[in-house]
């Protein structure tokens, strides 16, 4: 048997037994060779009242063991009975196996919370692999509004998930500063030089009527005084459009740093055609020589259908059906410009150049009919050696006391995402923007995420770890050496009589302390950080209500005057839940107070 004192987390160490326990039946049943053991999972069971954890093993195992389910179950069920750690097997239905742990699994599990500290829950299941993550990719022609936020927050949740799992993740910002859209960008940007020099000015329907042009007008003014004045359109428009690009980018930094968000790489769209050598073009012949370039003309869409990109005319298609998509797709425009679609896969190929191969994209709501083709494209490009995976992030509907909120001052016509940081803070920005999954629509109520209740989950979870610390600081009258620093108490208080939690809301607890690392793992590989923020209310909510208890029933309180065993016990559990709230809390971006007013 596999020794429990192993450094695996409880849920690691009970599916090591089980691959054991398979692998020993493998061997003496005569399995075929190199059985494949990846499908066998641990977790929780459905109904706490089955047990602590459950087991597929016989369910998927049984084809190739070429046994019943049942039979098989029973098999692995005898041999698991065995186990210093399992104190009772329970077959049921067609082949489930339940497990009940004795309660010195949890006695442990709490134990590794305390000795791991700020580490527990790291996993090194990414083994440093190289990830990129695409995300906001805003296009720089204004500020950016609550849609953006969104796809911000969750972009950068992800990847310090994925960090936190084991990955080496670079965090990249595509600027699309190629367009036809940074062009009306400059036209606007110099009306507004031109009011700067005292003209009166009107703002024509296409162009960008918000103020946030006003200082580009002004800074150009200073610049240039009235020269531009005096060119063609053809000679102001790059100097007018680099410089509104460049104070449009400092102004998304500037928003984008309000909810603590830093990217490694911005990446222009302009450099693939403006290099040297054409990316753009590099990529198309690169696809011709492979045969999935041709000049051709696509069929009607179906039924009628209005299709974006659909011209009735001969041009250079992509073979997207060929890897997967519907439909081919136009590389180039009429006017013998390239479609976005070209440049976006020039962009993939060259991250899959700089050594990319596991690519994530995090989409707005309206890129969802985009995601085929890139993923075409993708395998393509990289002879189906990289992969993306492409989270759509959903809208987000503003509210204030429940009524929606639709003007801003600053934009005109939309709510910027720094109005909406400045009035409730980046914590409940982040927090309540990962409250929900990722491609469910949201409903932000202004006014209910600062409220101080339990509908408001992160002033929930939040003030779950500012309560373990006040009852920290209560507890120095009993235990006077208890100590603040957060590394120094967890080692103080991790030769605690822990095996004394014995009550089923302590063991409650103890169970979701040591699911911690097998949901952080299963939420990297779903790509889904919302899982976290899901995690975190839980844990929060149970805390809150053993303390609740405690008010009632004076021998479940955290501090017991006349028994400083218990109470040194009860504060290692303690210190266990403010670790892990405050490991998530770091995941998500979001500050774990260790006092709340």
Known sequence: MIDSSQSQHLFANVLARVHAVCGALASEGGWPAGIDLSRVVVEPPRDAAHGDMATNAAMVLAKEARAKPRDLAEAIATKLRADDLIASVDVAGPGFINLTLKPSAWSDALRTVLREGAGYGKSPMGAAEKVNVEYVSANPTGPMHVGHCRGAVFGDALCSLLDFAGYDVTREYYINDAGAQVDVLARSAFLRYREALGESIEIPEGLYPGDYLVPVGQALAAEYGDKLKAMSEAAWLPPVRAKAIAMMMDMIKTDLAALHIKHDVFFSERSLIESG??????????????GDVYEGRLPPPKGGAPVEDYEDREQTLFRATAYGDDV???????DGSYTYFASDI???KNKFDRGFANLIDVFGADHGGYIKRMQAAVKAVTAGSATLDVKVVQLVRLLRHGEPVKMSKRSGDFVTLREVVDEVGSDAVRFMMLFRKNDAVLDFDLAKVIEQSKDNAVFYVQYGHARGHS??????ELVPDLPEDTEARAAFLGDAAVERLTDPAELSLLR???????????????HEPHRIAFYLYDLASEFHALWTRGRDLPYLRFIINNDAEITKARLALVQGVVSVLASGLAV???HAPTEMR
Do not use: Q
């Not at 050598?277 to 492979?290: A, C, G």
């Not at 009852?471 to 120095?476: L, S, T, V, Y």
């Not at 979701?512 to 299963?522: D, H, K, Q, S």
């Open 588 to 590: 998500l971006g979001v």
């Open 471 to 476: 009852i920290f600081k209560n507890a120095r």
């Open 512 to 526: 979701l302390l040591a699911l911690y690392p097998r949901m952080i793992e299963g939420a990297a590989v779903a």
């Open 277 to 290: 050598n054409n990316k753009v073009t590099e990529t198309i012949d690169f696809l011709r020589s492979k």
């Open 328 to 334: 081919d797709r136009p590389l180039m425009k009429s």
């Open 346 to 348: 020039a962009n993939h």
